[in-house]
């Protein structure tokens, strides 16, 4: 359990500063330093075991399913990274409080801190390789919040981004990477799969899976071709850079190929990909470094150059080379940590961090001197300190490792030290020697122990180290050394290894070759500055924006919002697939007897498709276009009458009605023609679409019609019960308010929603002013004097009542023979509907007592009690029943509760389609007419009531 | 056993909003407390469902008391009970939004119309009959439509045209799919289809191919497989922020169905029409996937943006339910929970942000948004989730995915990997745009109501991913049971006891 | 006679659709008009073609399939409902901006804000076709 | 009382005919419907019929209403004739006003319908003031007497029953 | 019923049908034939209406020879084209009044005000 | 035998004048000769409705006729009123 507090508790840790920063600046800081070291301390309590060479593990079920448990274990490397990560967490802790500005916001930092702490913590201690990835994308996250942590900057925003990208991205490559890896280990768990060596490496899948892991570590590392990142990440504060771009995150890169060391490493794959960009990285850094003014980049490109040198011993894939490996991690932790956070000091004080415009700091900070002087010295690789021991023992490995050719490599290790010593003396040269200036942008001056002690205590470290590298660090990488290799390591650490080793004259070469370089500053500088070379945020611009670019011009241009579009490429599309998909079974024709033609039908069928064909010629002319649709809405009247389905041709024949008159009212508000906008390619286009639907479709229906069903349609069965069951000769009726009432349920409610969503709109219209001004201006040119001719509304006053009869016996009769709510509702509807024609919206409207609405509401409440009546019997939902009654001197009648279902809907129907036309009407009446308050317009006889 | 609580999630909220519309239509409080408490009530019913659809099995409900397949059925299963879980879940987040952020009072009818909605949805995921799920589907579209336009407004209301005529030509096209069904097997019963199909006369292979491919194509017109995509970023863009939010598990409608029909009725062990739906689907997932992601970089405003990342999300989904295997439905529906949760809390996010900013792009500067510092943190949770980053869901449900499709690893694979890249960088450019410009940072924002009950439902959301990261081991052991149970659909179809009453 | 319907099926989806394919809102509604007629017409189809077995018990010894039938008016109902609504639409459309394009412009996809609304959108007449 | 139950009596009567019509069948049933139907149907409609018809005479009404229908029968004989038989330009169509005698609105009406369905005429429009009647005859060559004969044949007749 | 009436009555149907397709057909045949829109106006109006009268006729007494009951339902229809068709033929003639596509010449209406299709509109009082 | 004769007659001539209104749809010389034909049409089909029902000998269709005859003038009204004001419910 230990192990997974030591991770949980900076994530925890992580809220603490939002609520203490209330409390002050300083118990902020106290608080959140109080949970690293908590950390840390329950780090040490596990360390003797390490040391002993035990291994800790925790495990927790997380998603067994997928293998993902959150697994974690200890051993060396873990202990020595975390050791790192918390300890240095620690340090950046103490420092950034002291070096944050008051208008910082301190409490955001420590948590963007404590989760980037936690997801490095959680990074080693992982024993399953998907936890680590999910440690491992949290780091680029909360490095994503460090970096953009100054958000004012663009450079701030566009380092987090470009550091999000890279590391991110990699992070990806490294899930496949390790999901292959788990494939082929059977498990997920790192402690298993390093055990599996042979297996993977003999895998087909190794190449692939070392590739992409590496893409991980390399982005994460900054490695050759990835380092561009890390310099433009220095964006961010000064401790985030101290902290995660030289103490850690970047160092993630080495902890995961030193972590699968033991089962990558060894093939020539992995030796010409690692340490060849290990190299490259050291060298081609070490020299940019060189040249770099201001003070923290210098420290990066140095950084990645030192994180080159790393990788580059750890592809030497020799157990030797790994430990000296482990060791620089140890020893560049603590000189860059120190001199990152020198540089921030100076920045600090003099606010600048400009090479060009500093120098003489020497006597102005004398103790910030004396720490940069032994940090940049252990980073030159002088005797006795950190630095120089690693780097010794780095080039004795270089020496006798072939690379190309056998001295090829010892000639790069070399420039590469040579570069590394020269930027570590121009560091202290032009920042701290020569004379004190007066133009400093601010007067420069040591600050208190606050700042400087984080990285006085370092330097102690890369001190103790230098003199006492056996007692003080040998035992540490031991452990750590032998927790990558897989074997117990007993390093020998010593300054003198006699005048045999070619690292001492390689070392000799490099401080001689730095200190000329340095005294060769200017011509070396000018001719730097004369060299064209490719500067990373151009480059990462010139990849990410026309990306970015191409996106958006691919996004818009596929996503026009053409709705025409959107219909031709669906319709293809579907006619494709189901071409596609008939092709790919058997066929058999259809064995149907099929009906004869007669010549009438014949010619009514002729009428109709003539009617129907010609829309597309004449539909520029809307009123026209309107016409013949609705000729050939009306002429499928006849069509379902002759095909034995009465309900049908009464339903679309009424629908058919309150459908034009609909369309009538809409088309006042809009605009009577149409213009020719397609060209004719275009509209040739058009019809080829919809020709191929058209044939499809009517193929399709061809099929269908000429066989039977395969199985007994089920309907059979709502023939037998209709009169038996639900009470009814109607079998469409029973259908529809009884075997499939549910589906019925679902229409009214449907159509009730329609109104209300068109009384939204209308609503809403009414309210914009826009509409109001285009609304005045929809009036007709010429107009008819009169608005209610007097035949109409006499007429109507006979036709209203009839109309409502007809809908009534249209109702009553619907369970036995053709007919319904439904119909019932939508001629009741009409009847009204002619009533507003003939006297106007509002002079009728004012004479009706109700609310349309409340007809809806009705209809929808009625609908579902009368179905949820059932449950007062137990009985499920829409259960009819019904009676025959008898009551003298009538004759035997039926009541049915199906009718009180059809009720519901009759409501709901009527309702709906007066809302819908309602809300239409009184957008009308904002075109500018007067509201009538007689019934008909004629002058003379008028009555008043 | 649920009994007629298996109909509680279409009736309760067919009731409440005919009270609605009849008695309170003038009175936003009442409204409120009746959409509230009405939602309220289905979470819990949802839970019980879901809690006795876990322990009993699928359970159905013989509307009309007539024996299916002849009269309609209802049918609880896993999955059914799951979807309307989800749903209401996502309900009860969008009805405090709407209230708290005052969206509600932005037009007449928003709270029967998400009533409504919930009817349409719930009904669809309870029905066990083909042509009922199409009735189901227009009254969710259909209260959709009222929603889209919720408000007003030029753009949003020709943006609803198109999504309005571009459905009903999905529609058109359910019903031809229908009538094929109808026409070939003489039935509408799910559970019935699954039964008799595989008896199906060789000779009627061609037209039942047909039939399913027509069928998923509906489904996938609601789930916005590319290229069935075209209506989604306009609607979802340009629908108020709360209703896009809703819209999430619109889309998973489209998914379900699939999952439901391809899975259950047409399995890929069905002679007739074997991998057929497998080969459609798949790539097509794919195709959506880089879709959504080109659109989530290249999107120049915040809602388009986000709804991009929601066809990106439904690309994920599409991807794992075309493979028809349990594995890969298992984390379909982890997935489907996720991205349904996650994208709404980014439609929320983007409602929060558009509603203080002075314009929707992300290529001009705006001045400061009051409450900055509470939404850009609530941005980065939805944008991980979305992007499918550590340690929220998103980044589970692409293991799951992944994990599952090891088989055609290098294709899948890169494709799902690639898309996660561009979505970090689309998500990071536009928030970093969004929350970091510097002239974002010159003048003071103004003052604004804070509106706490807009906040918490979109914690709320954020906080159902953290239970859904946390929870995944007993969630996932809980789905891949529910996979295996629609590859194995003996239950389901026992009961619904076909054939005992005719 | 299934010829003839078949083909009058074909023909009312083709004009259908490619009156959906117009620039404007009004021939795209009337082109979804013809093709819900075209739907209504193909389920009906699914219940085969018989002539005088109207459904109605105590009429006949056989009779039609009712089933499509009872299908048809609910997706009769249904279709009309949503005509009602995208005509709402269509004139809520014109009336704010000036003009029944269905599509939208470039400017007009750019624009989510709070202002968009309000936008007057008659200057947004290119021809896009 | 009786009034306010029976806004309109000619209505509801026709609404008891109709219902018949409509059911097709002699039941007591149907007539119990039919009484309840004509009870309500015309009270739900009164708001938008205001006034009451005056019908003085209502066997003359139905008198009346024999002699339309055959005019009707007439004129389509006389319309056919029109149609089929003479030459395109030889057809005299006219317009004709008739000034009305006639006040009450259903009375006008009735008017005006029984002037479209009976010989060659067609009522076009109505004054703004609702007193003359704008006529077009199909074919007549002589347009007094089709005035005159509409103002005897029907409107005197009309005039008796209403007014 | 007796063989001859029953000949009788199906020779009134089959006169019914015959009139009635008889006068359908004219009654379209008008619309196309008669040259000026007013005069065409004539032919639906009646022509058509009697057409269809006359079928009804014939439907009405259709079961009579078979035994069966005279049918009133077809009154009814009868009686709804009555009410109906001059309402239409008068919005169609103000139609082709107002849109000027009428016989010219209309003659004043002889009462001091135009003819309500041409005049102002008028408030209400 | 005779009524059969009759009742195909009636059906030729209902057939030949709808096609001679298809034939005045596409070639009227006005919008409201277009109108005026839509209205004839509808009482041909109505005649139509009949005719089926008369030739099925069956009363089931009548419905469908009461219906024509009573809604099918309000298409032409609203037509007109479309022509003459603009708003057909003002
Ligand atoms: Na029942
Ligand atoms: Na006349």
């Known amino acids: ?945 | 056993m649920m009994g007629h609580w298996i109909i509680a999630p279409v009736v309760l909220p067919a009731f409440m909003a005919g009270l609605m519309v009849t008695a309170m239509r003038n009175d936003l409080l009442l409204k409120r407390v009746m959409g509230v408490t009405s939602i309220v009530l289905l979470n819990a019913i949802a839970l019980a469902l879901l809690w006795s659809a876990s322990t009993h099995g699928p359970q159905v409900y013989f509307l009309g008391d007539w024996p299916a397949p002849f009269g309609i059925v209802l049918v609880l299963d896993r999955l059914s009970a799951m979807m309307v879980m989800l749903l209401a879940a996502l309900a009860l987040a969008v009805v405090l939004y709407a209230i708290g952020s005052g969206w509600d009072a932005k037009g007449a009818h928003f709270h029967p119309l998400l009533q409504f909605l919930l009817m349409g949805i719930g009904g669809a995921f309870l029905t066990g009959d083909a042509f009922n799920l199409f009735v189901f589907f227009e009254i969710l579209l259909i209260a959709s439509y009222g929603l889209m336009i919720h408000g007003g407004g030029s753009e949003r209301t020709r943006a609803g045209l198109q999504y309005v005529a571009f459905n009903l030509i999905g529609s058109s096209l359910f019903l031809f799919a229908l009538a094929l069904t109808y026409s070939v097997t003489g039935t509408l019963n799910i559970a019935d289809l699954a039964q008799k199909l595989p008896d199906l006369p060789e000779g009627d292979a061609a037209l039942l191919r047909v039939t399913a491919v027509l069928l998923i194509l509906v489904f996938a017109i609601k789930g916005a497989l590319v290229p069935l995509q075209f209506w989604l970023p306009g609607t979802y863009a340009n629908a108020p922020g709360v209703v896009a939010a809703m819209f999430a598990v619109m889309t998973k409608v489209g998914a379900y169905a699939t999952l439901r029909f391809g899975a259950m009725v047409f399995p890929p062990d069905l002679p007739a029409t074997g991998t057929l739906l497998h080969a459609l689907i798949l790539p097509a997932g794919l195709v959506t996937l880089v879709v959504g992601a080109v659109g989530v970089l290249g999107a120049s405003t915040l809602p388009r943006l986000v709804a991009f990342g929601g066809i990106a999300s439904m690309g994920t989904a599409f991807t794992a339910i075309g493979a028809f295997t349990p594995a890969t439905t298992s984390a379909a529906l982890y997935y489907i929970l996720h991205s349904t949760l996650a994208t709404a809390a980014m439609f929320l996010v983007a409602d929060l942000v558009i509603r203080r900013r002075a314009h929707a792009r992300l290529t001009e500067t705006a001045p400061p948004i009051a409450q900055s510092g509470l939404i850009s943190a609530l941005y980065m949770a939805a944008a991980i989730a979305m992007a499918g980053m550590p340690p929220l869901s998103g980044f589970l449900g692409k293991l799951l995915i992944l994990d599952a499709f090891r088989d055609q690893a290098p294709l899948v694979w890169s494709v799902i990997l690639v898309y996660s890249f561009l979505m970090i960088l689309g998500y990071a450019r536009a928030g970093s745009s969004l929350f970091w410009k510097p002239s974002a940072m010159e003048a003071q924002p103004d003052e604004r109501a804070p509106e706490g009950l807009a906040f918490t439902a979109t914690f709320g959301l954020l906080a159902g991913l953290v239970a859904l990261t946390l929870l995944a081991g007993p969630v996932t052991v809980w789905l891949g049971i529910t996979a295996d149970s629609l590859y194995a659909p003996q239950d389901y179809i026992a009961a619904n006891r076909l054939g005992e009453g005719g | 006679m299934e010829a003839l319907v078949a083909i009058a099926i074909g023909v009312m989806t083709a004009v259908g659709l490619y009156l959906t394919l117009r620039l404007r809102t009004f021939p795209v509604i009337l082109g979804l008009t013809m093709l819900s007629y075209a739907v209504n017409v193909f389920l009906f189809s699914s219940g085969r073609l018989v002539q005088n077995r109207a459904p109605i018990i105590g009429t006949g010894e056989t009779y039609t399939d009712p089933l499509p039938q009872a299908l048809v008016l609910t997706a009769i109902v249904i279709s009309f409902g949503m005509t009602a609504v995208i005509m709402i639409m269509a004139i809520g459309g014109f009336l704010e901006s000036g003009h029944d394009r269905v599509n939208m412009s470039g400017r007009d996809q750019d624009d989510g804000g709070p202002e968009a609304g309000a936008a007057d959108g008659d200057a947004a007449g290119e021809g896009r076709a | 009382m009786l009034k306010r139950l029976f806004p309109h009596p000619y209505l509801s009567l026709t609404l008891v005919v109709l219902w018949f019509m409509l059911v097709n069948q002699w039941k007591l049933g149907s007539l119990v419907m039919a009484i309840i139907l004509a009870t309500i149907l015309p009270l739900v409609t009164s708001a938008w019929w205001p006034n009451r018809a005056r019908v003085h005479h209502p066997l003359r009404l139905f008198g009346y209403t024999m002699l339309v229908f055959w005019d009707i029968i007439v004129a389509n004989f006389q319309v056919a004739y029109v149609i089929l038989f003479i030459p395109r330009d030889k057809v005299q169509s006219r317009w004709i006003t008739v000034p009305l005698d006639l006040k009450s609105p259903e009375a006008i009406s009735l008017l005006a319908g029984t002037i479209t369905m009976t010989p060659g005429t067609l009522t076009s429009d109505m004054s703004a003031c609702g007193r003359a009647l704008l006529i077009h005859s199909l074919h007549a060559p002589d347009p007094d007497s089709v005035r005159d004969q509409i103002k005897s044949r029907y409107e005197a007749r009309l005039k008796r029953i209403f007014e | ?125 | ?90």
């Open chain 5, 1 to 125: 019923m007796t063989p001859v009436l029953q000949t009788a009555i199906e020779l009134v149907i089959a006169a019914g049908l015959v009139g009635g397709g008889f006068f359908a057909l004219v009654g379209s045949w008008g619309l196309i034939r008669l040259p000026r829109p007013m005069q065409r106006l004539h032919a639906p109006t009646k022509a058509t209406t009697i057409g269809v009268g006359a079928a009804l006729l014939a439907s009405s007494i259709g079961d009579l020879p078979q035994g069966g009951t005279i049918s009133i339902q077809e009154w009814l229809i009868t009686l709804f084209l009555l009410l109906t068709a001059p309402i239409s033929a008068l919005f169609l003639a103000k139609t082709l009044i107002l849109r000027g596509e009428a016989d010219p010449d209309i003659p004043d209406s002889g009462t001091g005000q135009p003819w309500a299709t041409l005049g102002q509109e008028r408030p209400d009082p």
């Open chain 6, 1 to 90: 035998m005779i009524l059969g004769y009759a009742l195909t007659f009636m059906f030729a001539c209902i057939a030949l004048a709808f096609v001679l209104n298809i034939w005045r749809l596409f070639t009227a010389p006005t919008l409201t000769d277009r109108i005026v034909t839509l209205d004839t049409m509808a009482i041909n089909a109505l005649a139509l409705v009949v005719l089926y029902g008369i030739r099925a000998g069956t009363g089931l269709y009548l419905e469908v006729s009461v219906l024509l005859a009573l809604t099918g003038f309000l298409g032409t009204v609203a037509y007109c009123k479309f022509l003459l004001r603009g708003s057909i419910i003002e």
């Open chain 1, 1 to 945: 359990m230990t192990l997974a507090l030591i991770a949980a508790l900076p994530f925890l840790g992580a809220l603490l500063p939002g609520l203490m920063i209330r409390a002050g600046r300083t118990a902020c800081a106290t608080a959140t330093g109080s949970v690293t070291l908590l950390a840390l301390a329950l780090l040490a309590l596990q360390a003797p075991a390490v040391l002993r060479g035990e291994i800790v593990q925790t495990r927790i079920d997380w998603l067994p399913a997928l293998g993902l448990n959150a697994t974690f274990f200890l051993d060396g490397l873990g202990l020595l990274f975390a050791g790192l990560i918390l300890g240095i967490g620690l340090l950046i802790i103490l420092y950034a409080r002291f070096y944050l500005a008051k208008s910082d916001p301190m409490g955001q930092f420590y948590s963007y801190l404590m989760l980037f702490q936690g997801a490095m913590v959680g990074i080693v201690l992982s024993d399953n390789i998907l936890l680590l990835l999910i440690f491992w994308e949290l780091t680029s996250l909360s490095s994503f919040l460090l970096i953009g942590y100054w958000k004012h900057l663009p450079e701030g925003r566009q380092g987090a981004r470009m550091a999000l990208a890279v590391t991110g991205g990699g992070g990806l490559a490294m899930i496949a990477g390790m999901l292959i890896l788990g494939n082929i280990a059977g498990s997920y768990d790192l402690t298993v799969i390093l055990q599996h060596k042979e297996a993977i490496q003999a895998s087909d899948w190794y190449l692939p899976a070392l590739i992409l892991i590496l893409l991980g570590a390399f982005t994460k590392s900054a490695q050759f071709p990835f380092h561009f990142w890390l310099p433009h990440a220095m964006a961010a504060p000064t401790p985030v850079s101290a902290y995660l771009h030289s103490a850690t995150m970047v160092k993630a890169g080495l902890f995961l190929m030193a972590r699968m060391w033991p089962v990558l490493a060894g093939t020539p794959e992995w030796f010409w990909i690692v340490s060849t960009a290990g190299l490259v990285t050291m060298v081609m850094a070490a020299k940019i470094a060189f040249f770099k003014d201001d003070l923290k980049a210098l420290l990066a490109f140095s950084t990645v150059s030192h994180l080159g040198l790393i990788t580059m011993l750890l592809g030497f894939g020799t157990r030797a080379a790994a430990t000296v490996a482990v060791f620089h991690i140890i020893n560049h932790a603590t000189f860059k940590a120190a001199l990152f956070m020198t540089a921030g000091i100076v920045d600090h004080e003099a606010h600048t961090r400009d090479l060009r415009r500093l120098g003489g700091l020497r006597t102005l900070m004398p103790i910030t001197f004396t720490i940069a002087l032994l940090a940049s010295l252990s980073m030159a690789g002088i005797p006795p300190l950190n630095g120089f021991l690693s780097k010794e023992l780095m080039l004795e490995e270089a020496a006798h490792t072939t690379w190309i050719t056998p001295w090829a490599m010892g000639v790069l290790a070399t420039i590469g030290a040579m570069f590394s010593v020269a930027y570590s003396f121009r560091f202290l040269a032009h920042g701290f020697l020569g004379p004190v200036r007066d133009d400093y942008p601010h007067a420069p001056h040591d600050p208190g122990p606050g700042l400087w002690g984080a990285p006085a205590f370092l330097v102690l470290l890369v001190v103790v180290i230098g003199l006492f590298p056996m007692a003080s660090a040998a035992w540490l990488v031991d452990v750590a050394a032998g927790a990558v290799t897989g074997a117990p390591v007993a390093v020998k650490i010593s300054h003198w290894h006699g005048l045999e080793p070619a690292a001492l004259w390689m070392s000799i070469a490099a401080v001689g070759g730095g200190l000329m370089m340095l005294g060769a500053w200017a011509p070396l500088r000018a001719m730097w500055d004369g060299t064209p070379r490719p500067e990373a945020k151009r480059i990462f611009d010139g990849i990410i924006e026309p990306l970015a670019a191409l996106a958006r011009s691919l996004t818009y241009a596929i996503h026009n919002s053409s709705l025409s579009r959107a219909i031709a490429v669906a319709v293809l599309a579907i006619a494709a697939a189901a071409l596609w998909a008939f092709s790919g079974g058997s066929h058999a024709p259809g064995s149907r007897a099929l009906m004869p033609v007669e010549p009438v039908v014949a010619v009514i069928w002729a009428v109709t498709m003539a009617a129907a064909v010609s829309v597309p010629f004449l539909h520029r002319i809307r009123v026209v276009a309107l016409i013949f649709v609705g000729v050939v809405g009306l002429l499928l009247v006849p069509f379902f009458v002759l095909m034995s389905a009465p309900d049908l041709a009464l339903t679309q024949l009424s629908v058919e009605v309150v459908t034009i008159l609909l369309m009538l009212l809409a088309l006042n508000f809009l605009p009577k023609t149409t213009p020719e906008e397609s060209p004719a390619p275009r509209r040739l286009f058009d019809a080829g679409v919809a020709g191929i639907a058209g044939i499809g479709i009517g193929w399709l229906a061809w099929e269908m019609m000429t066989r039977n069903a395969a199985f007994e349609p089920i309907s059979h069965f709502h023939l037998a019960q209709s009169k038996p069951g639900a009470g009814g000769t109607n079998v469409v009726n029973t259908i529809l308010v009884d075997f499939r009432g549910y589906d019925t349920f679902g229409e009214i409610i449907v159509l009730g929603i329609a109104a209300l969503a068109i009384y939204a709109l209308s609503e809403n219209l009414m309210r914009s002013p826009a509409v109001t001004r285009r609304l005045a201006g929809t009036r007709p040119e010429r107009e008819a004097g009169d608005r209610h001719p007097m035949m109409l509304v006499v007429s109507t006053r006979l036709l209203l009542p009839m109309a409502m009869m007809v809908g009534v016996y249209i109702y009553l009769r619907g369970h036995n023979m053709p007919g319904g709510g439904f119909v019932a509702g939508l001629v009741f509807a009409i009847a009204y509907l002619m009533q507003y024609m003939a006297s106007g919206y509002v002079w009728s409207h004012a004479r009706q007592r109700y609310d349309h609405h409340v007809l809806i509401g009705w209809g929808v409440l009625i609908a579902t009690l009368s179905g949820a009546g059932a449950w007062a019997f137990g009985l499920p939902f829409l259960t009819s029943g019904y009676e025959y009654v008898h009551v003298w001197p009538l004759e035997e009648f039926e009541l049915a509760t199906a009718a009180i279902f059809d009720l519901g809907v009759f409501l709901c129907v009527l309702g709906a389609v007066l809302l819908a036309l309602a809300s239409l009407s009184r957008l009308a009446q904002r075109t500018g007419e007067v509201a009538n308050t007689r019934a008909y317009d004629t002058e003379a006889p008028q009555e008043s009531r």
